[in-house]
């Protein structure tokens, strides 16, 4: 048992990464690279195969369908469009929802009837296709032109009518696929084949008199046949027997292609809270170390001085270690937004360019997830209210084709990631009326406002300059939380826009969050750490700056009011009142505020050890730290602080 | 020296009949002459030989359909586009199979109705 449940989580995390590829390779084959189409091939395959060894029928048998889709595409028997990548996508979706359930209830019972019969019916409309294709090669015909009637075309179907009689003039029409009839029935997309006999050098002239037709071809049909010829005996002999025997065939050269490709990479999978665990104990390592340094300088031995020393320096070495193994590729999660863009701008009706840089970028595990839902936003942002519909793009002299780019990249101790777009820009005066009629701002200091100070009221909470939430973005909860996020994690965000020509979104983050620089201050005699990414500066407080009007403590910063909190008050710390106290100015949202303590005694990095149990529950703190002397320190976090009234 | 492409125009609303006209018009096509009907379409045809006639389905006397018919007889390379309506496919497609060389959709839009002209006329 305890065999199978490993044998199903290496089945899970392995179907995963074949998913992802999937994802990617659908996009590369919509975009026009038909190997593409193999890569797929090989990991439903593989996934079908696993599938079948767990036992997992229901998924093997999409699997399985899927695959012989995919087949008759790497035969190109079936036309490549964005309507059969949107299906094929969707089975690859329904494939991670069944991987969930396995994952979760080591069943995969779900209905797959759906996607089944989309599948079959795709295969199926395809064929006939071709087969009526089939039967026209037999029948006497010399040249098949192929039509596109403009999209814009009213009664396409009557367009085409105007073609096939034109033809008719000159040469014998011997076939229209889809029929005439089918134009009438169905919805008829404006493409469409004429099988024809007789001369086909007027047909450049006659088609040139007819309007709305956006391409066309001609291709003589003995050509076509031999191009045709090697597959034929696939296509007309379409006995059940045969059919089997050939996917099987298929299945067995695959087979052979596979495995020597199969990466073998030399890596184990670790849970990451194995990882917390681990700096968690090297965190109790410092403080066993600090401990043994404190009792060798106390009975002065030497030779306890000098092996600390040594332990000191692996301790170090293991901290840096288990730091780099906590840290990822910000790819593992930049991946999943090739098909993300794609399918919203899909749905959105706007040509997207979407490009990725700096995939190996690494980032800690924890950074990279927390930020992953506000990445998301901001591109949903730059595709659904950024780029312009093509219509507006062409009329705006700017390619039909919006751009969207994500990059990461290591800058000094920091990652930046950059989200740029080159669609209309945020509209200041738009931000300016809008934070009006929200009551956000006055009319009177909406006059004075820099587009700085403009661009910032976007990240207020309650915000969205479309008048109507839509279903993608802008539920006007977006670009707070965004902020808020990219704050918690120690870092900073910037927005650069013009108008017209599109937007760029800066995120500076720590490369890791489980290491920070803080202040450590003194309250009385306790200690507390500040995390120095939110301290904008730090003062004496006296009788001449400080502050009580109506009773709110505020301090003055050259000539402003900042609201203040006393730490001894907010922890209900008794102590006699000081001379001369310290206000640490932080931010949070965009206000700044004063935090007032003793003093401060210095400033290092420290290693957050989170709060568990019902300790997590303690709000004002994000953890704890354990300085080099052994002493516990409670980080304060800021914004629960500042904003919380549970106190 | 550019010759204007000569056009007549059938429909038996005299708003139809403006409204082509402008558009035809400010798009450097000259109109040969106007008829209210299929009977009198015929009739202009003959007398005024223009390039290209717009037809209109529905008219009272004789009908777009029938004129079509006529206009053919007497000359089986007329250059006739049928001014249609969505709901009218069938009758299009039976004028088209008659010898009409094009068809314009109301509500007309101008660049739609100028690009078909010029198509027909092989301008």
New interface residues.
């Given amino acids: 048992m305890n065999e199978f449940g490993e044998m199903l989580q290496e089945f899970i995390h392995e179907a995963r990464e074949y998913l992802d590829a999937m994802n990617q390779e659908l996009l590369n084959l919509e975009r026009g690279d038909f190997d593409a189409v193999n890569e797929v091939f090989r990991a439903v395959h593989t996934i079908k195969g696993m599938a079948g060894f767990m036992g997992f029928k229901n998924l093997e048998n999409l699997c399985h369908k899927l695959e012989n889709l995919l087949g008759e595409i790497r035969d190109e028997k079936i036309e490549i469009n964005s309507d059969l990548v949107d299906i094929l996508l969707k089975a690859v979706d329904k494939i991670a929802e069944i991987i969930n359930l396995i994952e979760n209830n080591k069943k995969d019972e779900i209905d797959i009837s759906d996607i089944l019969s989309s599948l079959e019916s795709w295969k199926k409309s395809c064929k006939e296709n071709k087969t009526s294709e089939n039967q026209n090669l037999n029948l006497d015909a010399d040249f098949v032109v192929d039509i596109k009637i403009a999209d814009d075309c ?2 396409k ?3 085409a ?2 073609v096939i ?2 033809l008719k003039e000159f040469c014998k029409v011997v076939s229209v696929v889809p029929s005439e009839e089918e134009m ?1 029935s169905t919805n008829f997309n404006g493409k469409f084949s004429i099988l024809a006999k007789g001369d086909c050098s007027k047909i450049d002239e006659v088609l ?5 037709i956006d391409s066309y071809s001609i291709k003589p049909l003995s050509t076509r046949e031999q191009t045709k010829e090697p597959k034929k005996d696939s296509n007309v002999i379409e006995e059940d027997k045969l059919k089997i025997e050939k996917v099987e065939t298929r299945e067995k050269e695959e087979d052979k292609e596979a495995i020597p490709e199969k990466k073998k990479s030399e890596s184990v999978r670790v849970n990451v809270s194995q990882l917390d665990k681990i700096m968690n104990l090297v965190g109790e390592l410092v403080i066993g170390k600090g401990r043994l340094l404190q009792i060798a300088s106390q009975y002065d031995i030497a030779e306890l001085k000098e092996a600390v020393s040594i332990l000191d320096r692996a301790i170090t070495n293991l901290q840096d270690e288990v730091m780099r193994i906590r840290m990822v590729k910000v790819e593992r999660v930049f991946n999943r937004f090739p098909r993300m863009v794609r399918d919203l701008a899909r749905k959105l009706g706007k040509k997207v360019e979407f490009t990725m840089e700096g995939l190996d970028t690494e980032l800690d595990r924890t950074v990279l997830d927390e930020m992953t839902d506000p990445l998301i936003h901001l591109l949903r942002n730059a595709i659904d209210h950024g780029i312009e519909s093509p219509e507006e793009r062409k009329a705006l002299g700017k390619n039909e084709v919006g751009k969207i780019k994500i990059s990461a990249k290591r800058e000094r101790n920091n990652i930046v990631i950059e989200i740029e777009d080159d669609g209309r820009g945020i509209d200041l005066e738009k931000v300016k009326k809008k934070a009006i009629e929200k009551g956000l701002i006055s009319e009177s200091s909406a006059a004075s406002l820099s587009n700085e100070d403009l661009i910032s009221l976007i990240f207020l909470p309650g915000f969205s300059t479309k008048d109507t939430a839509s279903e993608i973005s802008g539920r006007g909860v977006g670009m707070d939380v965004v902020k808020t996020t990219v704050e918690k994690l120690g870092g900073s965000l910037k927005v650069a826009t013009k108008k017209g020509e599109g937007t760029k979104i800066r995120i500076q983050l720590p490369p890791t969050i489980a290491i920070i620089k803080a202040l450590l201050v003194n309250v009385s005699n306790e200690t507390y750490a500040i995390p120095i990414s939110s301290v904008v500066e730090a003062l004496y407080v006296d009788s001449t700056n400080y502050k009580v009007i109506h009773g709110n403590p505020f301090i003055i910063v050259r000539d402003k009011l900042v609201p203040a909190f006393k730490i001894k008050e907010i922890f209900g710390i008794r102590n006699g009142k000081m001379e001369r106290e310290v206000g640490i100015v932080v931010e949070k949202n965009g206000e700044k505020y004063a935090l007032i303590v003793d003093s401060i005694s210095e400033q290092q990095e420290i290693v957050i050890k989170p709060l568990t149990g019902y300790l997590s529950k303690v709000k004002g703190f994000n953890g704890i730290t354990i300085l080099g002397d052994g002493r516990v320190v409670p980080i304060l976090d800021i914004s629960s602080l500042i904003g919380g009234d549970n106190f | 020296m550019v010759k204007l492409v000569r056009v007549l125009i059938v429909d038996d609303t005299a708003f139809m009949r403006k409204l082509l006209k402008n558009i035809l018009f400010s798009a450097g096509f000259d109109i040969a002459g106007e008829a209210e009907n299929g009977k009198q379409a015929v009739e202009l045809y003959k007398q005024l030989k223009p390039d290209v006639v717009t037809m209109d389905i529905v008219m009272p006397e004789m009908n777009g359909i029938d004129a079509l018919k006529e206009i053919k007889k007497i000359d089986p390379n007329a250059k006739v586009v049928m001014c249609t309506a969505v709901g009218q496919e069938q009758m299009v497609k039976t004028a088209i199979k008659l010898g009409a060389r094009g068809y314009i959709v109301k509500p007309f839009q101008a660049a739609k109705v100028v690009e078909e002209l010029k198509k027909v006329a092989g301008t």
């Fill in positions: 009213l009664m179907s009557v367009r009518a105007l009689e034109s009438d040139e008199r007819i309007a709305e």
